[in-house]
């Protein structure tokens, strides 16, 4: 005699129980040994993730005040270091989910002496529960919504079971969700990475998974288990290749050149173009980019958690002995209570309905649906495919929705190319892609260089170098603009001459992008710069003006006081008080130039002062002012002194070959810690300044020779 619900009454647990009951009488069994494989599968899945979710986590607790995070932030990569913890936390949170259902599978299992997948194949509602409250109506109420939310989330037959009237709506509206954001993964993977292998294998499963779903409603249309099945496993592929394959395969690749001592990638490498940019495009499939990129990784972690979480209950042992069944299938179909009773009086409003034909249509719909949407991610991809390459294009992708060629990394060969760099000459490269695209120009080996005014038309440019090159013309109409270039970062002259040794109109524009923080001058003949230039450079940026032919520092690079600046290997004889009284600046290098002290009169050493380089000078002491720097406790000393006449004092006293420094400021003016030649205080002199040998030049230019060096 089948159990029946009263009208306008929930099920109860016992009924819940004999429903349960009958759900598995209608699932396909497993074997024992593959029930065993299955779960240790299940079991290897959750550690992968566990793994995974973890070393994530544990990379961005530690990220925050690493050099890594230094050239992030420097790059505009990620969300910024203030949110690294709170994403941190987030992935531990999925991390610890896939442990507990670690620790609870093989514990029970060893304690049950059976295979356990989750807690519903150990803890049971008790039957005896069901007259529990019915004489308390504040009781009766939440039992009712206890019984109602344990068969929605628990039981294979109610809103949310495998074997539910609703899961297979349930399903595809999550299969049209998970597809559309993996669509979206396939097209931001296209705008980004340039490893064609990984685009093309992630389009292969994607295209796959859309069409393994349309044949799986088709072939298993009269099998709602094994359709269920074979739909989640899909499913559960696909979402655990956009959450943790991707990004675990291009960490695997970024592995052997990161520095976990230093927690940073070497210093050089970031002066690789081709790497450089690889970098800037693929960390932002690494790490999150977005809050969107970050609601996208967690709804896809979710996933796999339901997923398997369903496929799970759709998996049983096949019993021992067989198991009769006394009731035919019409009559099993009236055991089954409905979810809920109001759900009896929406079914009669469909008894007119011809269902059998309703389901067909549907699933002809859903079929035609998902293999329509897997072939159009297929055309878009081989369209994509179908560009040529370019060969001044040293970093090419190939996104879906553009009808021009695309390219990240532009080089610029003259030598190669054979013509000295007139503008007819260079602006018939660039006309042969997208501009917009750009992300770093190189222009290297240019006798004769004319910048056109279609420069302007790069607007996503990020970075721009030139290496070994003249320049003769770079006007205004092509100067680089908060308006045409709001994105530019870097900013590279190498062994570039410029025009009677002065700054190119192109360099000197009122509204020079507000983005550009570092320019980096190295081995120029640039003499002298505008008047005006502090009222147009942005404040803030690292500056280096090395090697050049500047007998002075410019008023304007003072009053400009960048955090940064170098203007090591120039002429230069002395240097302006205000450089050291300048609250923003923060490191200043001299390394190399023709002064033989600091400025005497500084007034108020800027507590934001943490590095100067004065190698390979003529510095033979120091005044007082220098010692709240010398005594504020650092990781390195603040002061490099390399090849002079002071480190070699240095030398001599640690060596006890004399007792004092042979040149001291007079003796009515307050004597610096750094002249005291005490052995007291030989430690304060080893920890202040440090005498060993460096380059020359903050940029390193023999790497670059060696780099861009014609072949």
Not at 269 to 298: C, G, N, P, T
Request: charged share 20%; with cysteine; glycine share 4%.
């Amino acid at each position: 005699m089948p159990h029946r619900v009263a009208p306008g009454r929930a099920p109860g647990l016992a009924q819940i129980r004999v429903h349960e009951r009958i759900a598995r009488l209608r699932t396909d069994k497993l074997s024992p040994t593959v029930l065993k494989i299955t779960w240790v599968g299940f079991v290897f899945l959750h550690f992968a993730c566990f793994v995974y979710f973890t070393f994530t986590a544990w990379c961005y607790w530690k990220l925050p005040g690493t050099r890594l995070d230094a050239w992030l932030s420097l790059l505009y990569i990620g969300l910024g270091t203030e949110y690294h913890r709170m994403i941190a936390l987030i992935h531990l949170s999925v991390a610890i989910v896939h442990a507990a259902y670690i620790i609870w599978m093989i514990g029970w299992s060893y304690w049950k002496n059976d295979v356990v997948f989750a807690i519903y194949n150990v803890v049971k509602v008790p039957v005896h529960l069901d007259g529990v409250g019915e004489d308390y109506p504040l009781i009766a109420p939440v039992k009712e919504g206890f019984c109602w939310t344990y068969r929605a989330v628990f039981t294979r037959d109610g809103f949310l079971g495998v074997d539910g009237p609703n899961f297979d709506f349930v399903l595809l509206c999550r299969e049209i969700v998970e597809t559309a954001l993996q669509t979206q993964q396939a097209y931001r993977m296209s705008l980004l990475l340039p490893r064609r292998e990984l685009n093309r294998g992630y389009v292969a499963l994607l295209v796959l998974n859309c069409w393994s779903t349309a044949l799986v409603h088709s072939y298993f249309r009269n099998h709602a288990t094994r359709r269920r099945l074979l739909a989640l496993i899909c499913d559960c592929i696909l979402d655990l290749v956009s959450s943790v394959g991707i990004t675990s395969l291009l960490v695997i690749m970024y592995i052997p050149d990161f520095e976990f001592e230093t927690y940073g990638f070497p210093f050089l490498k970031w002066y690789e173009d081709v790497w450089r940019v690889h970098a800037m495009s693929e960390f932002q499939m690494i790490l999150v980019a977005s809050w969107e990129d970050l609601a996208m990784r967690f709804i896809f972690a979710l996933s796999i958690l339901g997923n398997m979480n369903n496929i799970k209950k759709l998996i049983r042992a096949r019993p021992m002995k067989r198991v009769r069944r006394a009731t035919n299938a019409r009559h099993r179909a009236t055991v089954v209570a409905p979810f809920h009773a109001s759900l009896a009086t929406i079914k009669k409003n469909f008894d007119g309905v011809d269902r059998e034909s309703l389901h067909f249509w549907v699933g002809k719909a859903t079929e035609m649906g998902f293999f329509m949407w897997g072939l159009a991610v297929l055309i878009l991809h081989l369209y994509a495919e179908s560009a040529p390459d370019l060969s001044q294009c040293k970093m090419q992708v190939k996104p879906w929705t553009t009808s021009q060629l695309s390219c990240s990394l532009l080089e610029l060969n003259c030598f190669e190319s054979g013509f000295s760099g007139s503008k007819s000459e260079v602006s018939e490269q660039w006309s042969e892609f997208d501009p917009a695209t750009v992300i770093r120009v190189v222009i290297r080996h240019c006798p004769a260089l004319d910048l056109p005014v279609m420069l302007t038309e790069f607007s996503g440019l990020k970075e721009f170098k030139i290496y070994n090159s003249s320049i003769t013309s770079w006007d205004e109409d092509a100067a680089f603009t908060q308006a045409f270039h709001p994105m530019l970062t870097t900013l590279f002259l190498i062994r570039v001459n410029m025009t009677n040794g002065e700054l190119p109109l192109g360099l000197q524009a009122d509204n020079l992008p507000q983005s550009l923080e570092d320019i980096e001058f190295c081995v120029t003949n640039l003499r002298s710069l505008p008047d005006d230039l502090d009222v147009k450079w942005p404040q803030y940026a690292s500056i280096y003006l090395e090697a050049s032919q500047f007998q002075k520092v410019p008023l304007s690079l003072v009053r400009l006081a960048p955090y940064d600046l170098s203007l090591s290997l120039n002429p230069i004889a002395a240097i302006p008080e205000e450089l050291f009284e300048s609250e923003s600046v923060a490191y200043l290098s001299f390394g190399g130039t023709l002064i033989s002290e600091l400025p005497e009169n500084v007034s108020n050493l800027a507590s934001s002062m943490y590095d100067i380089n004065l190698s390979d000078t003529n510095i033979s002491f120091f005044w007082s002012w220098i010692d709240p720097l010398v005594i504020t406790p650092s990781n390195a000393p603040p002061i490099s002194a390399g090849g002079t006449p002071y480190c070699l004092d240095i030398l001599r006293i640690l060596e006890k070959r004399q007792t004092a420094f042979a040149i001291s400021p007079p003796e009515h003016i307050d004597q610096s810690i750094l002249n005291d030649a005490s052995v007291d205080n030989w430690d304060i002199l080893e920890k202040a300044v440090y005498c060993e040998e460096e380059d020359s030049t903050w940029y390193p230019l023999d790497f670059e020779d060696e780099y861009s060096k014609i072949i």
